[in-house]
């Protein structure tokens, strides 16, 4: 897992984004908090917990967590003092009949990488990439982006558990990716859920992280 910092200014409070597969920091850098340092966790080829003793500065720690990232977030999270974690477009149990993926459907994502490269997930992912973000993180390779997927589908179905307290979750009208209906299922079980415009990718308006944090 690489970790990004997009603000370190010593700033009273955190936001943490627990990003999706085949993402970089470039899909949250255009959000720009103005009290906040931000960093951004991707690329989970492995993955290991953040230790609260790292982030004992922070007043406050709010946790994004975007697709497969909440999955991660449930794996890596779990010692942070979190003030808030926000889950987008996704749940604890990814690879799931009943509340996320089928199994065959990341398979095939996986096999038709190899074959005609990232343009069909990122037509779905992203609205017909109208909302693929620019940055200054470069792009990761094809075969990164593979062997990210395959382990994160190992891993998820492995062992998937809920063990963070989510104090909201939002499911996209349009995700095409991750099935909403999958996302409504799991998060009503537990009290939550909350529908909002977007494709898969959630951050094309700041105001879904702007509008979490306290003054």
Not at 40 to 62: E, G, K, V
Not at 79 to 104: C, Q, S, W
Not at 105 to 111: A, E, F, G, K, N
Not at 121 to 148: H, L, M, S, W
């Amino acid at each position: 897992m690489q970790q990004s910092w997009l603000i370190q200014q010593g700033n009273p409070d955190l936001v943490l984004y627990m990003l999706g597969w085949a993402a970089t920091p470039n899909a949250v850098h255009h959000i720009r908090p103005t009290h906040c340092d931000v960093l951004a966790c991707y690329d989970h080829r492995s993955i290991a917990p953040l230790q609260a003793a790292d982030f004992t500065a922070y007043r406050r720690i709010y946790l994004f967590a975007w697709s497969f990232g909440v999955w991660v977030a449930e794996q890596c999270c779990r010692e942070l003092p979190l003030h808030k974690a926000i889950a987008l477009n996704g749940t604890p149990f990814p690879v799931d009949d009943r509340y996320g993926m089928r199994l065959r459907v990341v398979l095939r994502t996986m096999q038709g990488l190899a074959r005609v490269g990232m343009n069909p997930f990122n037509e779905k992912a992203y609205g017909g990439v109208r909302y693929i973000p620019d940055g200054p993180f470069p792009d990761r390779t094809i075969q990164e982006k593979i062997d990210e997927l395959n382990l994160l589908a190992d891993w998820s179905k492995a062992n998937s558990a809920a063990n963070l307290h989510w104090d909201a979750a939002y499911i996209g009208d349009k995700d095409e990716i991750f099935p909403p209906a999958k996302m409504w299922a799991y998060w009503q079980s537990v009290g939550l859920g909350t529908g909002f415009e977007s494709y898969h990718y959630p951050f094309a308006n700041p105001a879904i992280v702007l509008d979490q944090l306290d003054t």
